[in-house]
């Protein structure tokens, strides 16, 4: 995959967001596209070495597409500014810990875990973080995590404990489970970038396994 060359044509995007520009430029997004499906299927393949769930996954299952929905958003431009995709069983609309890598104009990012989960899903990860409290301060404290992500995100995260929940472990407070960082992909060579996101992607095991845990805990009677 030639970052320069997808650096540039975002670039250019972000400054013509409109579809005469787009038509005039499909051609060059085509190639770009089928270039970004290869490297996704690099990562899949990297990936399925510490994380079996993903190893059938077709990297198609995991591109979103570069077309905005503008229904309810203020800001009509009809494109995205960047290539984006998300790994999971089951594709990039599992309800499973995803790993998920954006390729912008601006920042690129490199993110992975349970964002924003539906309320049902919420539920039965916080029984499990009631459950076993010892293993949430764990993970909030976990040094992997830490050194390579900052810790958990802390962008969605109640003042309170939630309805419920009245002491515990403040990861109940979390309404998302998510790690992130930024970073400039302009300039990087595809195969080292391929190979530093497989190395983010594994440092993120430790949030995974918990929700994965969290996710299929059944209470014993």
């Known amino acids: 995959m030639n970052l320069e060359r997808l650096t540039r044509f975002l670039v250019e995007l972000s400054f013509n967001n409109d ?17 970004f499906i290869d490297f996704m299927e690099g990562l899949i393949s990297g990936i399925s070495s510490f994380d079996g769930s993903v ?19 203020n800001n009509k431009n009809p494109y995205k500014t960047h290539f984006s ?31 924003l989960p539906e309320s049902d899903q919420l539920a039965t990860i916080r029984r499990f973080i009631a459950l076993n409290p010892k293993k949430a301060d764990a993970l909030l404290k976990n040094k992997i995590l830490l050194e390579h992500f900052g810790g958990l995100d802390s962008d969605a995260v109640l003042s309170r404990f939630p309805k419920g929940f009245a002491e515990g472990s ?5 309404k998302g489970f998510t790690v992130s960082r930024g970073f400039d992909a302009f300039g990087f060579e595809s195969e080292i970038l391929r190979d530093d996101l497989i190395s983010s992607f594994q ?12 996710l299929t805990y059944e209470v014993k009677s």
């Open 170 to 174: 403040s990861l109940l407070k979390f």
């Open 55 to 73: 190893k059938a996954l077709k990297a198609k299952q995991t591109l979103f597409r570069i077309n905005r929905d503008v229904r309810f958003s």
């Open 85 to 115: 995709a998300a790994i999971a069983a089951g594709g990039r609309h599992s309800s499973l810990p995803i790993y998920y890598v954006q390729l912008g104009a601006e920042q690129s990012v490199v993110a992975g875990g349970v964002y």
């Open 19 to 35: 579809k005469p520009w787009f038509d005039k430029n499909r051609a060059e997004y085509q190639i770009l596209r089928l270039e």
């Open 203 to 214: 440092n993120m095991q430790p949030l995974h396994k918990f929700l994965r845990e969290a």
